[in-house]
């Protein structure tokens, strides 16, 4: 019995380590252990798992030529086991179905885990990832809210500025109508001011027109009252020569 586990032992050691060589011969193995399973005649009572199909596969031209690697590999343990005698070929085909089914199993088993590692590795991630966003919006959430007070501060003081500067707008365009008006004001009196120098003016060259005009008329009123004058002293000579004539007559 000991011989006969070691040779299992031995057996599944050699399926193994080929399928961990090269995965693809374990559904050779696997089909080589369902085809001489399946080789069993009701009628005839004969074949089964018996070993037989490695012959019929060794065959030249003979179907699943695919499956000699795996029957090569079989017959060399079988060699190696000669010795013991303690399993047949069939059971190494059976031994090798299962054990493929185990390799199978347990490179599923393995992917399954590494897939639900890399799942859970995955799903750490994008839950770090979800807190990490969680935090950037946090983060960006209270700086836009920093943002927007500032930004209405800083509008609440340019709309003050501004009111500012409409009050100064005003007033300087108060004061500018102001100075309008007076200088229009002002403009109004020069214009009435020079009106009234001119009325002046011309009054003052009149009054000096009839001042001349009076000065000579006067001077002519002179001359006449002088000439009339003249003439009575004249004839007042004439009268005095005529008495001293008539007295001396």
Do not use: H, M, W
């Not at 770090?128 to 960006?140: K, N, Q, Y």
């Not at 229009?184 to 002046?200: H, I």
């Not at 001359?223 to 007295?247: G, K, L, M, N």
């Amino acid at each position: 019995q000991e011989l006969k586990n070691a040779a299992i032992a031995k057996c599944r050691t050699r399926v193994r380590d080929a399928i961990a060589k090269d995965p693809s011969i374990a559904p050779s193995f696997f089909l080589l252990a369902i085809l001489d399973g399946l080789s069993y005649d009701e009628k005839t009572r004969k074949g089964g798992p018996d070993g037989t199909v490695a012959a019929s596969i060794q065959l030249p031209g003979a179907a699943y030529g695919e499956l000699r690697d795996a029957v090569d590999l079989l017959q060399e343990s079988q060699r190696a086991l000669k010795r013991t005698n303690a399993l047949t070929l069939a059971d190494l085909i059976a031994l090798s179905g299962a054990e493929a089914v185990a390799a199978v199993a347990k490179r599923l088993g393995d992917v399954q885990r590494a897939v639900e590692a890399d799942y859970e590795a995955r799903l750490a991630a994008l839950s770090a990832e979800r807190d990490r966003l969680a935090s950037v919006r946090a983060s960006r959430a209270t700086s836009a809210e920093a943002a927007l007070d500032d930004a209405e501060r800083r509008l609440a003081v340019a709309a003050a500025t501004c009111d500012r500067y409409r009050a100064a707008f005003e007033e300087a365009e108060a004061r500018r109508e102001a100075a309008a008006a007076a200088a229009a004001s002002r403009g109004d009196l020069l214009r009435r001011a020079t009106e009234a120098a001119n009325q002046e003016a011309s009054a003052a060259a009149d009054a000096s027109e009839a001042r001349d005009v009076a000065v000579a008329y006067g001077e002519a009123l002179e001359r006449q009252v002088a000439e009339a004058e003249a003439r009575a002293a004249a004839s007042e000579r004439s009268a005095a020569d005529a008495d001293a004539r008539c007295t001396a007559a």
